[in-house]
């Protein structure tokens, strides 16, 4: 169902730098290689790459299926996320270090307490020292780039645990999903990168599913791209109060490279604006590289 390329192009990842003295993370990247997906059951972030036509490997991450598309049968999905996390190339390389970016859709096994739909543990990333390891240093030390959306958000905690303010308690998995579902934030553009991009000042964006991730701050060195007032559950329970001016859209750097956490979907919102956020805030995106590298690969063949 989705067109994934078999194997990379010709561009490679520049070291990625932060600008000392800025308001926002500037980094400085060349069109990227190779993308990793990470499916997920809530959110379907390859929207934008597809549209824009951006080459990218799916690795099969769903807790349960693809609540977004129940067409999508996951056993025909090869690749795994256990793959991507725990697998070593016969070098010995860490196949997630084969991928400049990596994107976590939201609803992505192992990065959580219980299965939503069960009783079974959901934290085998999450707990696994392995995995936390080579996330931090694909990020920290390789200069890569990952994108996190809602849910997934276990992982960041997991590996920088001082970057996001959560609510509910922010040492138990899963414990910020305290959001009310069917609202529409009208969230403030922050900074000039995305008031550029956008040219606008503010940003409707759509909550389609209940009991998402909501953030009340975040740490000094984290940049706030999109915030707005609200609605959540504060003990789980049917009360409702306003968190305001929450993080919507947030990044940071990890050493040398970039995290991105979205408390919303990437699927949810107008192609348009989730198209022109993740262009703006990830250089590395190459619209068109798709085709590119399907034409290289037709030539080689020949």
């Known amino acids: 169902m989705f067109p994934v390329p078999s194997r990379a192009g010709a561009f490679t990842l520049a070291t990625a730098l932060l600008s000392g003295g800025c308001t926002e993370n500037e980094f400085i990247a060349q069109p990227f290689d190779n993308i990793a997906v990470v499916t997920g059951d809530f959110d379907f972030v390859e929207s934008t790459l597809l549209r824009q036509e951006i080459a990218y490997q799916r690795y099969e991450g769903y807790i349960c299926c693809a609540s977004y598309d129940p067409t999508i049968d996951p056993a025909g999905i090869a690749q795994k ?10 070098e ?12 976590v859709n939201s609803g992505a096994r192992g990065l959580g307490d219980y299965e939503y ?82 040219q606008a000042g503010a940003a409707s964006l759509l909550y389609n599913y209940g009991n ?29 109060s306003v968190i305001p001016d929450s993080p919507l859209l947030v990044s940071f750097a990890a050493g040398r490279g970039l995290v991105v956490y979205s408390s919303f979907h990437w699927d949810a919102q107008t192609a348009a604006l989730s198209d022109e956020i993740l262009l703006a805030l990830i250089e590395g995106l190459d619209p068109g590289n798709a085709a590119d590298q399907a034409d290289e690969e037709v030539s080689d063949a020949q």
């Open 81 to 90: 996320a256990e793959s991507l996390f725990l697998a070593e190339n016969a």
């Open 92 to 103: 010995g390389q860490a196949e997630l270090d084969t991928y400049d970016a990596v994107f």
């Open 117 to 198: 739909n069960g009783i079974e543990d959901d934290d085998d990333f999450v707990k696994d020292p392995l995995v936390i390891d080579r996330v931090r240093a694909y990020v920290e030390d390789r200069g890569r780039v990952l994108v996190v959306s809602d849910w997934a958000y276990d992982l960041i905690e997991a590996v920088w645990p001082d970057k996001l303010e959560l609510a509910g308690d922010d040492l138990a998995y899963d414990a910020a999903q305290l959001g009310v579902g069917g609202q529409r934030v009208a969230a403030e553009v922050k900074g000039e990168l995305l008031r550029n991009r956008l």
């Open 212 to 240: 998402w991730s909501v953030v009340e701050g975040v740490g000094p060195d984290v940049t706030v791209h999109l915030s707005g007032d609200v609605n959540f559950r504060p003990d789980g329970g049917d009360g409702v």
